[in-house]
């Protein structure tokens, strides 16, 4: 399994920015999948995940009704959607794959097996 994150860049405070996930090798469907970023000096944390269908979504409460998450698997592709960005979403944006169910499992780094590289979001104030 391999994942490609892109569509990361600079923004102005209030703006959008349409984070991509392509996924190769077993099967999309097979896994959960999950959004996570690291900003400088700090921790990876969770952002966003679905479940492997995508009908079952989570997020960090600092995104929460902002950001939205979405999935194509027979395109083998994960989205976040984030809008109304501010200063404080300035990370770099992990997607990632897992084979889990509970919902707590999602907001875990470690619960998740393969890792796409990470794309820089700025968010200029």
């Known amino acids: 399994v391999q994942l490609q994150a892109s569509g990361g860049g600079l923004v102005q405070a209030g703006g959008s920015l349409r984070l991509s996930c392509a996924h190769s090798?077993?099967?999309?469907?097979?896994?959960?999948a999950g959004w996570f970023r690291q900003a400088p000096g700090k921790e990876r944390t969770f952002v966003a995940g679905?479940?492997?269908?995508?009908?079952?979504?989570y997020f960090a409460d600092s995104v929460k009704g902002r950001f939205t998450i979405s999935r194509d698997n027979a395109k083998g592709m994960l989205y976040l959607q984030m809008s109304s960005l501010k200063p404080e979403d300035t990370a770099v944006y992990y997607c990632?794959?897992?084979?889990?169910?509970?919902?707590?499992?999602?907001?875990?780094?470690?619960?998740?097996?393969?890792w796409g590289r990470g794309t820089q979001v700025t968010v200029s104030s």
């Open positions: 679905a479940s492997q269908s995508g009908g079952t979504k």
């Open positions: 090798g077993r099967t999309f469907s097979s896994y959960a």
């Open positions: 990632a794959a897992g084979q889990f169910g509970r919902e707590s499992d999602y907001y875990i780094a470690g619960r998740y097996n393969y």
